[in-house]
């Protein structure tokens, strides 16, 4: 149901400009672990504020019935 133009290397680019938000620590923390679960915090959010969370028995909300991802 994306646009097009929202492609995983463009989503990339942009978590790039930030780099406070997948970036490294100087102390001990594991950056990657930490990196993968803001990405997924954020997909959450996505999700949840454009409607990715309708159910597919929802047919006024989601006429094609498409599964929740």
Same mark, same amino acid.
């Given at each position: 149901?994306?646009a097009p133009?929202?492609?995983?290397?463009?989503?990339?680019?942009? +978590?790039?400009? /930030?780099?406070? $938000?997948?970036?490294?620590?100087?102390?001990?923390?594991?950056a990657d672990? *930490?990196?993968?679960?803001?990405? +997924?915090?954020? /997909?959450?959010? $996505?999700?949840?504020?454009?409607?990715?969370?309708?159910?597919?028995?929802? *047919?006024?909300d989601n006429?094609?019935?498409?599964?929740?991802?």
């Amino acid at each position: 149901m994306a646009a097009p133009e929202y492609t995983y290397t463009r989503f990339l680019k942009a +978590i790039g400009k /930030f780099p406070a $938000f997948c970036g490294d620590y100087a102390d001990s923390r594991d950056a990657d672990a *930490i990196c993968q679960k803001s990405i +997924i915090t954020a /997909f959450t959010h $996505f999700s949840q504020e454009t409607g990715g969370h309708i159910s597919p028995d929802n *047919i006024s909300d989601n006429p094609a019935q498409l599964e929740e991802w």
